[in-house]
């Protein structure tokens, strides 16, 4: 037996490339080290081959960004129009803050990109079809899918930038900055935080239940028929 063929038999087999490994290998280091972080020399060092290597299957940066978005938008279960909307929307809203906190650098990313992939498509379509199955106009469709989408994704935002995560977790944080209203002079801001966020259990995140369903609630109105109000809402109305 030859010398280098002894040699390819004890070195181990690497992954052949592919554009799915390089795209899967992105996502996991852009959640270690964001959007800034991932780079294509930064992917190449992490996936241990070479820069070049990597421009047989992407062409750029911005064809990794589609390609990653468009993997998060996959991991999000799209609403049915055959079920009832409420519902679908809340389980469409829980599932999009549950990927956004699985992967914090596309709070600013899912509505960017020009070239929307299939799964990205795909969960846009299936969240128009089930409001416009609900009932709801073209005009309120629209409107709907930009304000439960806009709420989302600033609640995500919002999340994100707390110094707290989960259920009694504020007590850290808040306790020691209720100290400093000691004189009296925010006395709104210790009732806040002494009857409602320093109650055992409390946990941010329930916030984004209750403004949900005011939104939902809200929503449900502008549906023709009974239980809605059988007008088309109008801008500042």
């Given at each position: 037996m030859s010398t280098s063929t002894?040699?390819?038999?004890?070195?181990?087999?690497?992954?052949?490339?592919?554009?799915?490994?390089?795209?899967?290998?992105?996502?996991?280091?852009?959640?270690?080290?964001?959007?800034?972080?991932?780079?294509?020399?930064?992917?190449?060092?992490?996936?241990?081959?070479?820069?070049?290597?990597?421009?047989?299957?992407?062409?750029?940066?911005?064809?990794?960004?589609?390609?990653?978005?468009?993997?998060?938008?996959?991991?999000?279960?799209?609403?049915?129009?055959?079920?009832?909307?409420?519902?679908?929307?809340?389980?469409?809203?829980?599932?999009?803050?549950?990927?956004?906190?699985?992967?914090?650098?596309?709070?600013?990313?899912?509505?960017?990109?020009?070239?929307?992939?299939?799964?990205?498509?795909?969960?846009?379509?299936?969240?128009?079809?089930?409001?416009?199955?609900?009932?709801?106009?073209v005009q309120m469709t629209a409107h709907a899918y930009a304000l439960l989408d806009s709420y989302i994704y600033g609640a995500a935002l919002q999340e994100a930038a707390l110094p707290f995560h989960g259920p009694d977790a504020t007590k850290g944080v808040t306790s020691s900055i209720v100290q400093l209203f000691s004189d009296g002079q925010y006395p709104r801001l210790v009732e806040i935080a002494t009857e409602h966020v320093l109650k055992p259990g409390y946990d941010f995140g329930d916030e984004f239940d209750f403004g949900l369903n005011v939104i939902l609630d809200g929503l449900a109105q502008a549906i023709p028929g009974p239980g809605g109000d059988n007008t088309e809402q109008q801008p500042g109305r």
């Open positions: 002894t040699a390819r038999k004890m070195s181990p087999q690497r992954t052949p490339l592919s554009r799915e490994r390089v795209l899967a290998c992105a996502l996991v280091l852009a959640d270690e080290v964001g959007i800034a972080g991932l780079t294509i020399r930064s992917l190449a060092t992490s996936m241990g081959t070479k820069p070049m290597s990597l421009y047989h299957y992407v062409a750029n940066k911005d064809e990794i960004l589609d390609g990653i978005v468009d993997a998060v938008f996959n991991e999000i279960v799209p609403p049915s129009p055959a079920g009832e909307w409420r519902q679908e929307m809340q389980d469409r809203a829980h599932a999009v803050r549950r990927a956004l906190k699985r992967h914090p650098w596309a709070v600013g990313l899912l509505e960017t990109r020009s070239s929307p992939g299939p799964f990205t498509l795909r969960h846009h379509e299936a969240t128009l079809a089930t409001l416009r199955s609900a009932g709801f106009s």
